[in-house]
């Protein structure tokens, strides 16, 4: 029996551990340490209409049990991205085109040119480092109009990767009105680290996005909160997993698939033993992952 595989809006996966977009760039680093097949989705580094240099350096720091960027979405851009590098993304798994963008038309122009690439894409209304006007997801109408024409520009599941600086419960009514099915519970939380010796900020833009295990608690709570709220919309668990009881937490809470991160870039040979320490936990109580989704909510285990 196959534990860990599990169907998503339509499209299997076979496991539920799904490669965060950014960490591991395109795939070309990462898959060097170990086989695409072996999980069960990959996500892009989020795409955007032009290419972006990203913030000056320095723009990563580690801080307790996490990592603060402030990379700023860097990428060559969606027409680089279709011509060179979405033919030869990595094949064997699941391929999720991660979109980013200031206005609608930016959105659903990305979404028409790579979706041809993609099994499933993921709209970023959430980068805390790119707009000095703030998240994206906090402004309302914008993200309700841009949810709306991604929507109607592709037949392709769609995924909104939500800001968990902002509350997750308003994001994901606007995302169900819209009429997509599944949220990313989400992206890095703001921080900022300061040198004792400069009295200056270690990041050049101050404030960063918040990554790895020190944050895991507080996604577990959000996942928990969407689940509870809109029972029918999948979830993809995504924040400070670096264990398999991490993996199985986020099912617990709510999530059907679990993304990887920061661990991806600072440990990518640990991913296959994570992914082999879940299967071992299912086969010793003989239950599928599926049977962990969102058992939380139906009192646990009895
Ligand atoms: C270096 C780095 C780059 C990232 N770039 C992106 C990105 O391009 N698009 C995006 O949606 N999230 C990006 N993220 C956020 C991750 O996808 C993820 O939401 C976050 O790291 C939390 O997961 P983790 O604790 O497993 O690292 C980035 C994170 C890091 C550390």
Redesign the pocket.
Known sequence: MDRLKITVEGIEFKNPIVI????AGFGDELFKYLSPKEVGAF?T??VTPQAKDGNPPPR?VYVKN??L?S?G?Q?PGVDEFTSKIAPILPKGTVKII?V?GETPDDFSKSIAKTEMFADML?I?L??PNVRSSGIIASDKTLTREILLACHSSTQKPLIA?LSPDLNVVEQSRTVVESGIKMV?V???IQGAKFNVNTGRAFLRRVGG?L???A??PIILWKVYQVKEAFPNLHIIG????SQPKDVMEYAIAGASLV???????TNPMGIPNLIDGIRKLLEDRKMKFEDFVGISHKGGFR
């Open positions: 965060a977009s950014g960490p996500t580094k989020t990563v996490g990592l960027n990379i979405l990428n991660s980013g993921e970023n959430s980068c990767k990313n989400g992206n890095s996005g990554s790895g295990p944050f895991l995504l924040g400070g997993v993304g990887i991160g920061s661990e991806a870039m």
